[in-house]
């Protein structure tokens, strides 16, 4: 994706298992920037390179709020001063109800566990 100019932005960062995923927001919610990045074995190390990926090029900008969420949100939110760190479970309902209010089933698949919330 390409990036767009970041003024003021809204982070959302999920930090998986096996994988970390970044994203900056307009205050519209409008997707400005996303990353991906695996943790090759070392999922310590995902949130620097989403870190460098996502959250760096909005220095210039403000960020308004940061979010968090994941296998490692407990551990990260204090390193990160992040504003909250959210169950997963809650992010994926709210998201995909906010994208489709008639859903009934949401799966999650992780790379440790999988959840579904009908």
């Given at each position: 994706?390409q990036?767009k ?14 994988t ?5 927001l307009s205050?519209?919610?409008e ?23 996502c ?5 210039t ?6 979010g ?6 407990d551990l ?31 799966c999650d ?5 999988v959840?579904?919330?009908?």
């Open positions: 994706m990036q100019k970041l003024d003021r932005v809204v982070v959302g960062c999920d930090f998986g298992s096996t970390a995923k970044a994203v900056c205050p519209d919610k997707l400005l920037f996303s990353c991906y990045a695996l943790s090759k074995g070392n999922p310590s190390r995902t949130p620097e390179v989403c870190s460098a990926s959250v760096r090029p909005s220095a900008g403000e960020i308004l709020a940061l968090i969420t994941g296998y490692g949100k990260l939110k204090g390193i990160l001063g992040a504003d909250c760190g959210v169950v997963e479970t809650i992010a994926h309902a709210s998201a995909g109800l906010h994208y489709f209010p008639d859903a009934d089933c949401i698949v992780g790379g440790v566990d959840k579904i919330m009908i």
